[in-house]
């Protein structure tokens, strides 16, 4: 399975030319149907990278940038007709990662897309499965598996797992989580952790894993049994 990718456009021309061109190169791709629940939509498809408009309905493509900051480094390229300088130093300052005006060269926009994958995702070159007992962790397809049972993750649970898979029992520190998931982001407080931590929790119980998830009072994380 390939990358997949969340478009946040309202131009149906644009979101079938991005479509086509992009799944001609392996990527998966996902258009937002409900511009009022965007950031809903981006957690349920659990993208690798998004590609956001700043004109939408409702709220802008900034407003949804913000949103998905909160909990996400997920990459965010926005694409816009907006081609003054103050967009596009709002967009890098709300928490994008490049900035394609348009109309936009496709050829470029991949090559900006693969960069971008290639610099988010170096991880994925080690192994593409590891093990933990009867558990494999897929961190390209973002899968968390064990027998016929399966879950989906989202990039960062990937990313946090793929550092305990690596480190079994092994405690890992809250400072080393938050670092390899968000690089000292200055969106993303300590609380973040928690929460992404819960909802993984709550996730992987369903198969019987989050009890493997042992928090050591004071120090961090261990994968442990």
């Not at 799944?23 to 939509?41: M, Q």
């Not at 496709?106 to 897309?113: Q, R």
């Not at 000292?184 to 407080?189: A, G, T, V, Y």
Request: hydrophobic share 40%; with cysteine.
């Amino acid at each position: 399975m390939g990358f997949k990718i969340f478009v946040v456009e309202d131009n149906h021309e644009i979101v079938n030319l991005l479509r086509k061109s992009l799944s001609s190169w392996g990527f998966l791709i996902e258009a937002c149907h409900d511009f009022n629940h965007v950031k809903t939509e981006v957690d349920q498809f659990a993208p690798h990278l998004i590609l956001m408009d700043i004109n939408l309905p409702y709220h802008n493509g900034f407003f949804w940038t913000q949103a998905i900051r909160k909990d996400s480094v997920v990459p965010i390229i926005f694409l816009s007709s907006r081609d003054d300088n103050t967009n596009q130093i709002l967009a890098m300052n709300f928490g994008g990662d490049d900035y394609v005006t348009k109309p936009f060269n496709i050829e470029l926009l991949i090559v900006k897309i693969n960069a971008l994958l290639r610099r988010e995702y170096t991880f994925v070159s080690d192994r593409s499965v590891l093990k933990f007992q009867d558990f494999s962790l897929d961190i390209i397809d973002d899968q968390l598996r064990t027998g016929t049972h399966s879950v989906t993750l989202t990039r960062n649970e990937t990313k946090l797992l793929h550092l305990l898979f690596s480190h079994q029992y092994q405690v890992v520190s809250r400072e080393d989580i938050m670092s390899n998931l968000w690089d000292n982001d200055i969106f993303i407080d300590r609380n973040t952790l928690s929460v992404t931590l819960a909802r993984l929790r709550q996730k992987t119980a369903t198969i019987g894993f989050a009890k493997f998830l042992v928090t050591v009072k004071g120090k961090g994380l261990s994968l442990n049994d």
